[in-house]
């Protein structure tokens, strides 16, 4: 879901601006911080929906698309997992820029979300021990990558405290 989301933000600067781009990918992250959350996950769809009924071609075939994905996502810790890894190639790979730091903020959400997967799981302890797993093989994978120093203390500083807040957690 992240990476697609990043995807048509990308499309959307392209084509509306930095502006347009920020503000989906700002609804994004909000949803995917807490996709429990009934008005965050309202606000995104909003978006989607005027993207979809407004704009042609690929940023009009993207929003239906997302837009029927985020009505019916059920998140899952493999599916949390995949959109985390693919969030941050997502970044990895975009030019420096407002469109960027936005991409990198919704990463940083969708690390932050995993609390979130213990809560609503009606297996909260194996919930927890696949999101650290998750989180500990994403710190791994970020000290490699290309990311600007500051990005990369940015997107560390969210896993490891994902990581402590999942593991506060009781059993």
């Known amino acids: 879901m992240g990476p697609r989301l990043v995807s048509l933000a990308a499309v ?6 930095a502006a347009a781009a920020q503000s989906l990918l700002q ?6 911080a807490d ?10 769809l909003v978006q989607l929906r005027q993207y979809a009924e407004r ?10 698309k997302l837009y ?12 949390w ?5 693919a969030m941050r190639y997502e970044v990895v790979d975009m030019a420096p820029g407002p469109v960027r730091e936005a991409a990198l903020a919704a990463y940083v959400a969708q690390a932050s979300a995993g609390i979130h997967l213990i809560n609503g799981a009606s297996k909260p302890n ?21 990311l600007s120093a500051d ?5 560390l500083q969210a896993v490891t405290a994902a990581r402590a807040a999942c593991a506060g957690r009781a059993a």
């Open 68 to 79: 029927r994905d985020v009505e019916k996502r059920r998140v899952s810790v493999a599916s």
């Open 126 to 146: 194996e919930a927890r021990v696949g999101v650290i797993r998750a989180l500990d093989a994403e710190e791994r994978m970020l000290r490699g990558e290309r």
């Open 27 to 32: 609804s994004g992250r909000a949803w995917m």
């Open 151 to 155: 990005e990369k203390g940015r997107a």
């Open 35 to 44: 996709p429990a959350n009934e008005s965050s996950k309202q606000a995104l």
């Open 81 to 85: 997992e995949r959109d985390l890894m």
């Open 55 to 64: 704009a042609g071609g690929t940023v009009g075939e993207l929003s239906a």
């Open 12 to 17: 959307l600067a392209k084509r509306q601006g």
